[in-house]
């Protein structure tokens, strides 16, 4: 058995990863060294994000839902703009997590396992 937390982790955050990192490099023409430091991360794992080695499915998914993309979105800029805590990043993530779950098509697209997942019933991030 899976937990949907893993699911999301792998498939899901890269994705998210790779929406931020685009965000910040073509809204803000960061580059990607400055874009990684902003996002905490190194500029190889940037470039990675940014080919979609990872969560490519995912990735594809969550572009066509406004709803899901507007939250990614508010999440590049409090990185870009620095301004806002570790709490409020993981409430935005949480936010984006909780969303993707509920709808149901995108985790069943993105699932490749046939293992059975457990989803948090009463659980809200």
């Known amino acids: 058995m899976k937990f949907y937390c ?12 790779a929406i931020i990192a685009e965000h910040l ?14 996002m905490g991360l190194t500029q190889a794992a940037i470039s990675h994000y940014l080919r979609s080695k ?3 499915k995912a990735y594809n998914l969550i572009k066509n839902h406004n709803d899901i993309l507007s939250n990614i979105e508010k999440l590049a800029e409090l990185i870009y703009e620095g301004k806002g805590t ?20 995108i985790v069943d ?8 997942v457990m ?4 659980y809200h991030h």
């Open 119 to 122: 989803f948090p019933d009463s």
């Open 54 to 56: 990872r969560g490519a």
């Open 86 to 105: 570790a709490k409020e990043a993981y409430e935005y993530v949480c936010k984006i997590c909780e969303s993707i779950r509920l709808k149901t098509h």
């Open 6 to 17: 893993e699911i999301f982790t792998k498939n899901f955050l890269p994705a998210i990863r």
């Open 25 to 38: 490099i073509e809204k803000h023409g960061l580059t990607q060294i400055e874009a990684a430091k902003k």
């Open 109 to 116: 697209e993105v699932l490749v396992t046939e293992e059975e």
